[in-house]
């Protein structure tokens, strides 16, 4: 389950089942949508990216969708795996400059 | 090559010290930034450069200087800092021109005591 609180959100899913990972966003004039994966002691590492002329795309495993009308992205992640285990952001980009904001973050723990 | 290097990977320094990160890519990315990112929280941006020159400072304090002597290097100058600014500090690199995804760096993890 999910759960959100003083803590960074954890979502823990079973090994093999899909994770879904939400995100919202607070600017409508944002142009271009990025999802990173941060183990621990490492940098962001790149997963996907979506523009805002687009409402799905997927990657290997990995599918994400844009809901411009409510401002909210998700990221999909099909047949869950114990390497999967990270903190994942999504980050938009604002529509001047090269500003990216990163969202509050969601640990995904993985079951065996 | 989709790397960009970070040094040094841990730095522990007073609040009297200079000290300077540094970031390196090749890539022939024209935008470099700098980051910060506490505990448990997403990494929060300090200073874009785009083509070498500076184009956002978001109101970071004067002790953090950076600077870009380079299209492939990054550093930040430290000076006079507080037990507050300890922090993982991030590097990352895109292209300039184009919305783009950012390679980011393993990070310098920065104590001040």
């Known amino acids: 389950g999910e759960s959100v609180g003083l803590h960074l959100p954890t979502l823990s899913v079973q090994e093999g089942d899909n994770s879904i990972i939400n995100c919202a966003y607070s600017n409508s004039a944002s142009d271009y949508f990025i999802w990173y994966k941060q183990e621990s002691g490492k940098g962001p590492q790149f997963i996907i990216d979506i523009r805002s002329n687009m409402d799905k795309r997927q990657g290997q495993r990995v599918t994400v969708l844009l809901n411009k009308t409510v401002k909210h992205l998700s990221l999909q992640i099909a047949a869950t795996q114990p390497g999967d285990s990270a903190v994942y952001f999504c980050a938009e980009k604002r529509n001047y400059g090269q500003n990216f904001v990163f969202g509050p973050g969601t640990r995904l723990s993985v079951l065996p | 090559d989709t790397e960009v290097t970070q040094t040094p990977k841990h730095l522990v320094m007073g609040m009297t010290n200079k000290k300077s990160l540094k970031c390196e890519q090749h890539m022939g990315h024209r935008a470099m930034y700098w980051y910060k990112q506490k505990a448990k929280k997403p990494p929060e941006l300090m200073f874009v450069y785009s083509y070498e020159k500076l184009s956002i400072n978001e109101s970071v304090p004067s002790r953090f200087s950076p600077e870009c002597p380079n299209s492939s290097l990054l550093n930040l100058h430290l000076h006079a800092l507080q037990p507050e600014d300890s922090a993982l500090y991030l590097c990352?690199?895109?292209?300039?021109?184009?919305?783009?995804?950012?390679?980011f760096g393993p990070g310098t993890r920065l104590t001040v005591l």
């Open positions: 990352a690199s895109s292209q300039a021109s184009l919305p783009d995804t950012q390679y």
